[in-house]
C-alpha cells in the first residue's frame, strides 16, 4: 500500500469514527444520555490514533515534503492545515474537561459537551474534506510513485513508535464506540448512523 493510499484508509476510519459521533451529538442534544464510555473511547481515538499515528504522519512526513518541493508557496495553506490539527486537539482537551460533570449529571457539562462535540466533529469533517478534495490529489501530483515509496519507511516508523498494530487499535476503539451506541440506542442508533453515512456520501 503507498504511503498516500495508506492516510486515505486512515480517513476512512477517522469518517467512520465521525459518523458515530455526529450520531452521539445528535443524542446529546436531544438530552439523551450517551454512555461515557463512548466518550472516553472517543477522546482515545482522538489521542492515539488521530493526533500520534494520523496527524503526525501529515504533518512530520507529508507536509514537510510538500513544502520543500514547493519551495514555500504552500507555506500558508500547510500553517492552516496544522491549525486545524491543533483547534482539533484543543476541542478534545474541552470534551474530557466537561466529562466528570457529565458523568455527575451537571447540566452545564451536558451542553458544554454536546456543543464541542459539535464544533469538534464539524471541524474535522471540514478538515478531512479539504484533505481528501485537495491536498492529497496535489500530493499525488507533485510526488513521483519513486518518492512516494520513500515515505513508506517514515510511516512505518511513526507507526511503530506507537506499537505494533496502530490501525487495528483504532479499528477496535471505533468498534468498541459502536457496540456500546447499539447496546444503549438499538435501532434508533442503527437508523440514525445510517443517515449520518448517506449524508456525506453525498455531500
Ligand atoms: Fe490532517
Ligand atoms: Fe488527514
Same mark, same amino acid.
Given at each position: 500500500?503507498?504511503?498516500?493510499? $495508506? ?6 476510519? +477517522?469518517?467512520? %469514527?465521525?459518523?458515530? $459521533? ?34 503526525? #504522519? ?19 495553506? +500547510?500553517?492552516?492545515?496544522? !491549525? ?17 460533570? %457529565? ?9 458544554? $459537551? ?10 474535522? #469533517?471540514?478538515? $478531512? ?5 485537495? *491536498? %492529497? ?17 517514515? *510511516?512505518? #516508523? ?21 457496540? !456500546?451506541?447499539?447496546? #444503549? *440506542?438499538?435501532? =434508533? ?7 449520518? =453515512? ?6
Amino acid at each position: 500500500m503507498s504511503a498516500l493510499d $495508506l492516510l486515505k484508509k486512515e480517513h476512512l476510519l +477517522i469518517q467512520r %469514527y465521525l459518523d458515530n $459521533l455526529s450520531v452521539a451529538q445528535d443524542l446529546l442534544i436531544e438530552r439523551e444520555n450517551v454512555p461515557p464510555s463512548v466518550i472516553t473511547t472517543a477522546i482515545r481515538f482522538a489521542k492515539d490514533f488521530m493526533s500520534k499515528t494520523h496527524h503526525f #504522519k501529515e504533518e512530520y512526513v507529508l507536509f514537510l515534503k510538500l513544502a520543500e518541493k514547493k519551495g514555500g508557496a504552500l507555506d500558508p495553506q +500547510i500553517t492552516s492545515l496544522r !491549525d486545524q490539527h491543533e483547534r482539533s486537539r484543543g476541542l478534545v482537551a474541552k470534551i474530557k474537561e466537561t466529562l466528570n460533570g %457529565y458523568e455527575k449529571g451537571d447540566e452545564v457539562a451536558f451542553s458544554a $459537551l454536546a456543543e464541542n462535540m459539535g464544533y469538534y466533529v464539524s471541524l474535522e #469533517k471540514s478538515h $478531512l474534506h479539504r484533505e481528501n478534495h485537495v *491536498f %492529497y490529489p496535489m500530493a499525488e501530483e507533485v510526488f513521483s510513485a519513486e518518492e512516494m515509496a520513500g515515505f513508506d519507511a517514515e *510511516f512505518a #516508523k511513526i507507526d511503530e513508535k506507537q506499537g505494533k498494530g496502530t490501525f487495528e487499535k483504532g479499528v477496535e476503539m471505533v468498534e468498541a464506540i459502536e457496540a !456500546d451506541m447499539k447496546e #444503549k *440506542f438499538g435501532a =434508533v442508533y442503527r437508523d440514525r448512523y445510517e443517515d449520518a =453515512v448517506k449524508t456525506h456520501e453525498h455531500s
